[in-house]
């Protein structure tokens, strides 16, 4: 009898050999397996993690070399065998039981690109009970989950939903809905990860979507340092359009939907929701002044829903499962879950998905177990480079939107970069700056030219250059810049700098000779 | 390095597979970077006639983005991951230590032709930081050594083609 075996073939397990791995052991069993390229279960220290499926279930064993393939076949491998690398039932892991599967619930267990695996874990429910309600059905459930935007800025879908639905397309009568999956947020991989693992559900949010408010096509806005998702999301849209989920008659329904995914070109402003339809639309990355909203005048001057991957990857859960189902996770105007990330200097760095509100000290180290290199953990920055950095005096706040924007912090799209006491605050600080130099589009003066001056300030008082004079300076620039800026990346660069700078001062007392 | 050793004739091909589509431009530039290796300045005309945009249009936008280059790459391109979940991990080290042993630079190409290094800011492989990228394979856990085994690797290679 064959035996169903996955190896991931996602970026970060392949990054740790997945690979290799699955071709050593393909030659090796040959037709005693059924080989399955799985995404990641997303507990990337036990990359690459074999499964093997048993009558109890799936045993997971890891992390695997190719040197270890002979013991552990040896050992029985393919039976689900005793061995050191052994981790037991998958399901029963701590790391992956303490956490709460909503929108992750298929990635690691599916076949990413098949559209069989998928309908056998509750796949395309969503699309097929939405095939048979109004648009202002879909919308309201949407409203009533509670789910707000996954790309940082938090807004309630449901809202902008409601926007696009009630919106004249006019002449052109066409709507669009762009997916975006810029994902330039260091520290942060969840987008990734549910497109090389579970693809078909971001394709049936975005055909949910196009039902909701009207609109025909959609756009997968890829970023270009995602080489792997590309290939699979494309195969996953080919599959999709085989099986008639997508394409002019979706299910015999005479509704139509179609999708196709375009390349970014490394431009991380390109994240913004107008920079990046500026994108598509085949220009300059340059930020749109709002209003009009894209949601009113988006996509080629036309009613636009822009969204996040996970936002629209959840969407299916919440059709199917219930608008209550999903918002009774979670904590105050925060519903649901979040897909955490955990990043940096962590032991245990890996997708934590959990319904808000447990702490991010839990996280740091019920999930992450501390510091990979083992020394103390001195500051974590959460929400990407725009977010602060907390010192640990900040960690037991509950993950919540409301209580991170309480801490002039965010907490963003979830991503959690830990540091230990090697890291140089004033060093992170220059950095923020110069990534708004580097990324900035250039429209507004305060971002454009406000983070040249930071980095010069910054470097200035770690040569220890009148320090306190410049330390007033770069609290003035950081002003200018948070309100005289056109977007967040101007307006928000000011976050990491001024925490570091608040919560990390002895990093700013002189250190002639250091700054690079 | 010569650089008007491409092929209009090609050039124009590519062009003609992707024009059709709303907001062209940059499948069109992915098309002949993907080829080329980079985008020749000398093809802006012909781009910019067939999407009927201006050549300053043009040049603004392959200038914009961080991907497009306009002269030829080495014979690979390595990008290394500068953002911060990499530093947390030592990726300054890294950079430093690519930079000397190259001889070169960010946005330059080693003397003899082989490695393009390029700065990144992020390849999602946050979780096995220090990360670095060549061609469309990633790499996570970097340290110096690892990265010389690499580099040794690729240039190996490129000696036995020959
Ligand atoms: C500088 C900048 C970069 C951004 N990058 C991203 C990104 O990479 N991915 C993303 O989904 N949203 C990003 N956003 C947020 C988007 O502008 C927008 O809020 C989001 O795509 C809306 O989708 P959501 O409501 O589902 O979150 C960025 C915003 C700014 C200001
Ligand atoms: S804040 Fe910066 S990135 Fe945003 S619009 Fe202004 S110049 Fe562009
Ligand atoms: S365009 Fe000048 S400050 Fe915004
Ligand atoms: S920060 Fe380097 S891979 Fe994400």
């Not at chain 1, 992956?96 to 695996?117: C, M, N, Y």
């Not at chain 1, 037991?396 to 912090?409: C, G, N, R, V």
């Not at chain 1, 810049?481 to 570091?500: K, R």
Request: glycine residues 10%; hydrophobic residues 35%.
């Amino acid at each position: 009898m064959t035996v169903r075996v996955f190896v991931p073939l996602d970026t970060s397990a392949c990054a740790r050999g997945a690979e290799e791995l699955a071709l050593a052991l393909q030659t090796r069993c040959g037709d005693d397996i059924e080989l399955v390229r799985n995404g990641s279960r997303g507990l990337f220290w036990l990359e690459p993690m074999v499964e093997v499926e048993t009558t109890q279930g799936r045993i997971a064993y890891g992390p695997v070399k190719v040197e270890d393939l002979d013991g552990l076949l040896e050992a029985g491998l393919l039976q689900g065998g005793e061995h050191p690398l052994q981790l037991g039932l998958t399901e029963e892991i701590p790391y992956l039981k303490q956490q709460q599967r909503l929108t992750f619930a298929r990635v690691g267990v599916i076949d990413p690109v098949s559209v069989e695996d998928y309908k056998a874990n509750g796949g395309f429910v969503g699309l097929q009970s939405a095939l048979g309600k109004t648009a202002q059905q879909l919308v309201d459930e949407v409203k009533e989950s509670g789910l707000r935007g996954r790309g940082g800025a938090a807004f309630p879908t449901g809202i902008k939903w409601q926007t696009v639905l009630d919106a004249d397309p006019g002449d052109k009568a066409q709507k669009y809905i762009v997916c975006n999956a810029d994902e330039g947020d260091s520290g942060t991989y969840a987008d990734r990860m549910l497109m090389e693992g579970d693809p078909l559900s971001l394709v049936e949010g975005m055909a949910i979507a196009g039902l909701a408010v009207g609109a025909t096509q959609g756009y997968i806005y890829l970023r270009e340092e995602y080489p792997q998702a590309h290939k699979i999301l494309n195969a996953a849209i080919a599959a999709a359009e085989k099986a008639n989920y997508l394409g002019d008659n979706i299910q015999d329904s005479g509704k139509a939907f179609y999708l196709e995914v375009r390349l970014g070109a490394k431009a991380y402003i390109c994240g913004e929701e107008t920079s990046l339809l500026e994108s598509l639309e085949g220009k300059r990355g340059m930020v749109r002044a709002k209003p009009p909203l894209p949601a009113i005048v988006g996509l080629f001057g036309q009613p636009t829903v822009v969204n996040n991957v996970i936002s629209l990857a959840t969407v299916p859960t919440i059709i199917s499962k219930g608008p209550e189902f999903y918002r009774d996770y979670g904590m105050g105007r925060s519903r649901g879950t979040l897909p955490f990330q955990l990043a940096g200097n962590i032991k245990q760095a890996g997708l934590v998905e959990l319904a808000f509100g447990t702490t991010l000290r839990q996280l740091l180290f019920n999930f992450g177990d501390g510091t990979r290199t083992g020394k103390p953990m001195r500051a974590v920055q959460v929400g990407g480079p725009l977010g602060a950095y907390l010192p640990e005096s900040q960690w037991d706040t509950p993950l919540d939107y409301e209580a991170f924007i309480e801490l002039d912090a965010v907490l963003g799209h979830g991503g959690v970069v830990a540091f230990d006491d090697s890291v140089d605050m004033s060093e992170q600080a220059r950095f923020s700056m110069e990534f708004c130099v580097e990324e900035s589009c250039g429209k507004c003066t305060p971002c454009r030219i406000g983070s040249t001056r930071g980095v010069e300030v910054i470097d200035r008082i770690r040569q220890g250059e009148n320090a306190e004079d410049n330390k007033a300076l770069l609290r003035d620039l950081c002003d200018t810049m948070v309100h005289g800026s056109l977007c967040a990346m101007g307006g928000m660069t000011p976050f990491p700098v001024l925490s570091a700078l608040n919560h990390f001062s002895e990093d700013f007392e002189s250190n002639p000779g250091e700054a690079s | 390095m010569s650089q008007s050793h491409w092929n209009p004739q090609r050039v124009q091909t590519l062009i003609e597979g992707e024009r059709h589509q709303p907001g062209a431009l940059l499948p069109v530039l992915h098309a002949i970077q993907n080829d080329l290796g980079y985008v020749p300045p000398d093809s802006l005309p012909l781009i910019a006639e067939a999407l009927n945009l201006s050549r300053a249009e043009v040049h603004g936008v392959v200038s914009f983005y961080h991907h497009f280059r306009d002269t030829p790459p080495g014979r690979h391109t390595l990008e290394i991951c500068r953002a911060e979940s990499c530093q947390a991990m030592g990726s300054r080290r890294l950079e430093n230590h690519a930079r000397q042993r190259l001889g070169v630079g960010y946005h330059q190409t080693s003397p003899d032709g082989e490695i393009s290094l390029e700065p990144v800011y992020c390849l999602g492989n946050c979780a096995c930081s220090p990360s670095v990228r060549i061609g469309d394979k990633v790499y996570g856990d970097m340290d110096s050594d690892k990265l010389d085994q690499l580099m040794d690797e690729l240039t190996t290679q490129a000696v036995e083609v020959r």
